[in-house]
């Protein structure tokens, strides 16, 4: 009787530390990914700078491949700084003007920044942050 009350212990404890485990990758932030209407920038060098405003966003990932909502995202550079949160879909769309490209230049660098507070419910309380960039040319 006593080995079946510790094995039922144990099966719960072990239960309730693999939930903590998989809810706390559900909450770290570990990638993002831009896009616009015409595709991925990931990392990329975009050629021909845009002409009119342009709908950029910005999703940021979880560990565990969902997405995150609350992530508060910065894209600076090429004559633009905005701020914007990441709704429940994990999103942050910003409507970018035409980049400024540097007099005798040939392009600019476009930062992506996200800031992320997990929830405190796990007793998590620093804040994550991710960057990257995208070259863009004239």
Known sequence: MTLI???????????????LYVYSRAHTL???T????????????????WK????????AWADSGGTLSG????VAGCGFSELNRTATNGTAQFVLPQP????????CV?????TYNPPGT??????????TSVVIVA
């Open 5 to 19: 009350i510790s094995l039922i212990i144990i099966a719960i404890g072990s239960a309730i530390l693999l939930g």
């Open 71 to 74: 992530v508060l995202v910065s």
């Open 100 to 107: 400024v490209i540097p007099s005798h230049g040939t392009g």
């Open 52 to 59: 009119q405003p342009l709908l950029f966003q910005v999703t």
């Open 122 to 131: 796990l007793g998590g309380t620093s804040s994550q942050t991710y960057s």
């Open 110 to 114: 476009m930062s992506v920044g996200a």
């Open 30 to 32: 570990s990638a993002l």
């Open 34 to 49: 831009l896009s616009t209407p015409s595709g991925a920038l990931n990392g990329e060098t975009v050629y021909g700078a």
